[in-house]
């Protein structure tokens, strides 16, 4: 006996419930778009013949010709509410940024076609590729989605979503260029660069212990090391003891000194960025970013800034250390390295236990990145939604502005609304430093790079353009509530910490901060936290996504 097909409570079609879906019934109506309530009947399609799971695909498909018809979802991993299409002119929430202008094939049709992507659980030769080896070899998750849904789809990832980094560390400048390149067992990245990510996961089953005996060296975070005494005043022992309250991301503290002894190996990490408004960004003239640096900050003269400029070209917008200058860059390098998906122009990471293999051939064609892009680029910007107490939320932000913070996460950028950023590289101090580089080994022999690296004293000094060790681009705040944990390496839980771990120019606007009386520094938090997600608000029209 064949169990019924479930049917749309909105438009009553028939839900065909093949093929049949990882975790669950389908989320969407293939015809008008309404979220399904999964039922027992929906998990029944892992018994249907082939056959039948085909016709049903078949039929699913011609559906959404039919007039009217929504796009044929794949099941998501977001819990929220479905989201509802609507073009941004139309879209009424006065609260939030405007949306960013489509190119001609930037439309909403493609931005459907890749939200199938973003969602998208990628195998070891998937048969959605174009001729390539699907996921990996090296990646460090299955999809997009799973390293970045805090506060909804193309939000930040939790601490348990970093990408590891590993650099080599030089005590003598005229010594061998890699010597822990030549070293037997050594990762074949280290004949190219000082740093390299080391992937989470292989497609080949050695990796995982090789991946072991590589991580087998001290990490480079040192954000309770050599702090010293601090200086007098109750506001400065106040910075330091909840600096002192962040777990340490694995400092040691003698790593200082070793360093000027002999070469080392050390750990650092990235923590996934929010993609929510990119559009936006990525369109902010290079103008308004260069205008940026020319502000006179009286008040806060420590305050500096400077663009960083990828390559000598467009200013760079995008990553931790604004090396990504186009958001279609960023989310293409984000395809090849963190998936290990083939890609125009972007090859995936290399296997490191087989350093000459290439991928066969793309994983995603031009279509399929274009789609891809304009997803993450139809992704709305967070909103602005005081909750509680409304007064103590102005006063907070009134006090943002006075200490210092506005400086650097300022308002309003190139015509962007409530983006909290001025997207500029800032000196941030040595504790949270680390290097600039994040690439992939790749088989393509590279000439080695002199990159920017921790801590030894005979690094090589970077280029001009690009951010040194202890620069780091300005966060935008906007959906800050949502997106913890917090600094580039999700070492701050709470915001609050995140402040106590600003130094170089951010340390007397951190300072000041603490200098406030506790209702200050509660107001200034409660500002911040009325900085939320999209997926947070109570108007889901503003979601341009599928």
Known sequence: MTAPMPVCPKCQVVIPTTPAPDDGAWEFCPRCGARLSPTPEAYASSRWPLALRLAGATLALALVG???AAPYLLPSRDPGPAMQVIPPSEAK????????????????????????????????????????????????????????????PGGGGPNSKNADILTVIHAQRDGPALDRASEPGSHPGFRQARSLVLHRFGTDPAYEAARLTWLGVRNAGTSSVGLGAPPDGQEALDLET????????????????????QDDTVRSQRNPTALFGAGLIDEIPDAAIEAATQVTRSRHPEIKGRVCRPGDRRIGR????????????????????????????????????????????????AGSCRALVAF???????????????????????????VGCADCHVPKLGGVEAIYSDLLLHDMGPDTGDTGSYLPFRPDPVRPTTEAIAGGPHDA?????????????????????????????????????AIALHGGEGRPTALRYFALSPGGRAAVIAFLKSLIAPTSGDDRSRWSGL
């Open 376 to 402: 993450v680029r139809h992704l709305p910007a967070p909103l602005r939604q005081p909750s509680g107490d409304a007064e103590a939320v102005r006063a907070g932000e009134d006090l943002f502005q006075s």
């Open 461 to 497: 000094p970077p280029r001009s353009s690009d951010a040194s060790r202890q620069e780091w681009r300005t966060p935008p705040l906007w959906g800050v509530r949502d997106s913890g944990p917090y600094l580039h390496d999700g070492r701050a839980d709470t915001l609050e910490q």
């Open 93 to 152: 929430d006065s609260t939030a940024p405007s949306e960013p202008r489509r190119s001609s094939g930037d439309d909403l049709a493609t931005a459907r076609r890749g939200r199938e992507l973003f969602f998208r659980e990628w195998l070891p030769m998937d048969p959605r590729s174009h001729g390539g080896d699907g996921l990996g070899p090296m990646y460090n998750d299955s999809s997009c989605v799973a390293c970045h849904n805090l506060g909804g």
């Open 242 to 261: 909840v600096r002192q309250s962040v777990p340490s991301a694995g400092g040691d503290p003698s790593m200082r000194a070793r360093r000027r002894t």
């Open 318 to 365: 995008f990553g931790w250390k604004a090396q990504v200058a186009s958001l279609e860059d960023f989310v293409l390098t984000a395809c090849a390295v963190e998936l290990g998906l083939e890609v125009p122009g972007q090859a995936q990471g290399g296997d490191p236990l087989a350093p000459t293999a290439k991928a066969p051939g793309l994983d995603l064609d």
């Open 66 to 68: 039919l007039p009217g």
